[in-house]
């Protein structure tokens, strides 16, 4: 039984994405990384951090420029895959801390791309015991029909979106403030 934590790794992407279908031979790949670092004891988010990654078999649309901020030649810059999952494991503590998305799309696209890439995944196995999915929280949480976007549950919380959306840093945080407000509310689930 692994021991409790008090610290969470908030963890958004971005992934190279199109208007319509990828262009022949390319895939969807991770080129940004948004980590926010949440004391959970202290009810305060403790850091936030950006890496950059390189993909290996797509490039950034002008859709996903326009979606994300990032172009291709930012990401060109950034790190492979595998780099920025040491950084995750050495720096972050990813394979020892819990960690937490919204949603089910980062988790699955982490394994995806640690296939493909025959890179070890960089969080806690199994996954399912390590990760929490935020959004099914909070819509447990406030009694919603339906899962909504995170924009959405920040109005629905009274919290700013702050930073731009799309972002993987900004949204990490926001998404960490949506967990500490889960939190403040007693319905963020024991680490």
């Not at 002008?62 to 995750?88: K, N, P, S, W």
């Not at 979106?161 to 926001?174: P, Y």
Request: charged share 25%; hydrophobic share 40%; glycine share 6%.
């Amino acid at each position: 039984m692994r021991p409790r934590s008090a610290l969470l790794n908030v963890i958004d992407v971005e992934a190279t994405c199109w208007d319509g279908q990828p262009p022949p031979g390319s895939v969807h790949e991770i080129i940004e990384i948004g980590l926010t670092v949440v004391d959970l004891s202290a009810r305060r988010r403790v850091s936030r951090h950006r890496v950059l990654v390189r993909p290996a078999r797509s490039t950034v649309s002008d859709f996903c420029t326009e979606l994300t901020g990032l172009t291709q030649a930012e990401v060109a810059q950034g790190a492979t895959f595998a780099e920025a999952c040491r950084i995750l494991v050495e720096e972050y503590a990813a394979g020892e801390r819990p960690w937490a998305s919204w949603g089910e799309y980062d988790r699955r696209q982490f394994a995806r791309q640690s296939r493909a890439d025959a890179v070890a995944y960089p969080f806690g196995l199994p996954a399912e015991r390590t990760h929490t999915n935020a959004k099914a929280v909070f819509a447990e949480a406030h009694e919603l029909r339906r899962k909504c976007g995170m924009a959405q549950a920040l109005q629905i919380a009274g919290l700013p979106l702050e930073g731009r959306h799309h972002r993987g840093e900004d949204d990490a945080w926001n998404i960490a403030a949506l967990i500490l407000d889960l939190a403040d509310r007693g319905a963020w689930p024991e680490m």
